[in-house]
């Protein structure tokens, strides 16, 4: 049986959910997509115009796994302040793992901690603002929104 399913969210566009119950810990599935440079990656971001979204996976060697090319329903999970999953890397590969028991029919979240390389002015700000309402949220993807 599927554990996870592709479908529209409440927080922003689409989302993932869970099937069916996911213990704590359990590894759900791989970040997937091609493998390139950030400097690449922009260049596609800009070129193809994709508003609203954020495909682009950093790795800890400089490269980016590119969710918009050859993704899987990894690249649909939504940003939350108080994420139930985490990113976990491991040789190149980012693996998302539960933070705790997960319900049928819950959406899964991981905490994005996104930069920018533009001042942080008010567009730039309402550009990553986050909706996911969660008690204490930061009102923002992006890791220094301070």
Known sequence: MRRVIVR????????????RSLGAGERVFEYKG???SWREAVRRHRRDGIEGHTFLF??????VIDGSRGG????WLNHACAPNCET????GRIYI???????????LFIEYLLSVDDPLDEGVRSQYACQCAAAGCRRSMLANAA
Not at 72 to 75: G, K, V
Not at 97 to 107: H, K, S, V
């Open 8 to 19: 529209r969210s409440s927080i922003h566009g689409k989302g993932v959910f869970a099937m």
């Open 34 to 36: 091609e493998l390139t």
């Open 58 to 63: 950093g790795l800890s060697d400089g490269r």
């Open 72 to 75: 899987n329903s990894a690249r």
């Open 88 to 91: 976990i890397e491991d040789a």
């Open 97 to 107: 793992y539960t933070l705790r028991p997960i319900r049928a029919g819950e959406e």
